[in-house]
Every structure is written in structure tokens, then in C-alpha cells.
């Protein structure tokens, strides 16, 4: 089967020079700032996200504002699409957000990600950096 540069693009975009974390992170600071939310509460959220991020199995614990819990639900939509997007390209983490939307995502959160995931220039701008360096 002839694939496309695209979807050649998209089938190797798990090989990225990016750590997990830093994926799972620009995945979630990008979700955060597709809510609207206000640049101060933004910053707190970004905050958040890489405290949750950092401490991996730790970030399970119970939130503790509204800022934490929002932060904790971006969190958990962007290491589950970096996991999927590793182990299969970016449909594979588009359609992992879609089962689980509404089931232990929130719905209105999976919408903006699969909005965002959409566009072949998401992927693109998460792993222009990282390939070069891994090299």
C-alpha cells in the first residue's frame, strides 16, 4: 500500500526526540489554551499540569482546587494521547480519546483535543523540535 507524506508523517509520529513528559505536556499546554480561560488562571493551570506531570502515579491524588482539578483533567487526555500517539500514530490517539470520552475523559475536554488533533499541523509542530534531536 502507497502512503501518502502524510500519513507516512502521521504512522512515525511516536519518534519523536521528545521525553514522554515533554510530549504529554505541550499536548496538555496546548488543550489548556484551546479552553479560553483567562491568562492568569492559564498560568496557574500550565503550573499545575507540569506539577502533575512530574510526579507521574503521585498525580492520582485527589485535586486540590478548581485550578488542580481542570489541570488534572487536561493532564489525563494528553498522557493518554501521548501513549497511544507513541505506540500508533496520531489516529490511534485520536481514537483513544474518543473511546474513553465521556467514560473517564471529560467530553467537553476530548472535543477541543480531537479539534486540535485534527490538523496534520498539530502533530507536525509537536515533533519538528525533537527531530532534530535525535539525531
Same mark, same amino acid.
Given at each position: 500500500?502507497?502512503?501518502?507524506?502524510?500519513?507516512? &508523517?502521521?504512522? $512515525?509520529?511516536?519518534?519523536?526526540?521528545?521525553?514522554?513528559?515533554?510530549?504529554?505536556?505541550?499536548?496538555?499546554? $496546548?488543550?489548556?489554551?484551546?479552553?479560553?480561560?483567562?491568562?492568569? #488562571?492559564?498560568?496557574?493551570?500550565? +503550573?499545575?499540569?507540569?506539577?502533575?506531570?512530574?510526579?507521574? *502515579?503521585?498525580?492520582?491524588?485527589?485535586?486540590?482546587?478548581?485550578?488542580?482539578?481542570?489541570?488534572? @483533567?487536561?493532564?489525563?487526555?494528553?498522557?493518554?494521547?501521548? @501513549?497511544?500517539? $507513541?505506540?500508533?500514530? +496520531?489516529?490511534?490517539?485520536?481514537?483513544?480519546?474518543?473511546?474513553? +470520552?465521556?467514560?473517564?475523559?471529560?467530553?467537553?475536554?476530548?472535543?477541543? &483535543?480531537?479539534?486540535?488533533?485534527?490538523?496534520?499541523? &498539530?502533530?507536525?509542530?509537536?515533533?519538528?523540535?525533537? *527531530?532534530? #534531536?535525535?539525531?
Amino acid at each position: 500500500m502507497i502512503q501518502s507524506p502524510q500519513e507516512q &508523517f502521521h504512522a $512515525k509520529v511516536g519518534h519523536s526526540g521528545y521525553s514522554s513528559e515533554a510530549r504529554a505536556s505541550w499536548i496538555a499546554s $496546548k488543550l489548556a489554551q484551546s479552553t479560553g480561560i483567562d491568562v492568569a #488562571r492559564l498560568d496557574a493551570v500550565h +503550573s499545575r499540569i507540569w506539577m502533575r506531570i512530574l510526579q507521574g *502515579e503521585l498525580a492520582n491524588a485527589a485535586p486540590a482546587n478548581e485550578v488542580d482539578a481542570l489541570a488534572q @483533567k487536561i493532564v489525563d487526555i494528553a498522557v493518554l494521547a501521548e @501513549k497511544a500517539a $507513541k505506540a500508533g500514530g +496520531s489516529q490511534a490517539a485520536m481514537a483513544a480519546v474518543m473511546r474513553a +470520552s465521556g467514560e473517564t475523559l471529560d467530553p467537553m475536554l476530548a472535543q477541543n &483535543f480531537l479539534r486540535l488533533a485534527s490538523s496534520s499541523i &498539530f502533530w507536525m509542530a509537536l515533533d519538528s523540535a525533537g *527531530e532534530g #534531536r535525535s539525531a
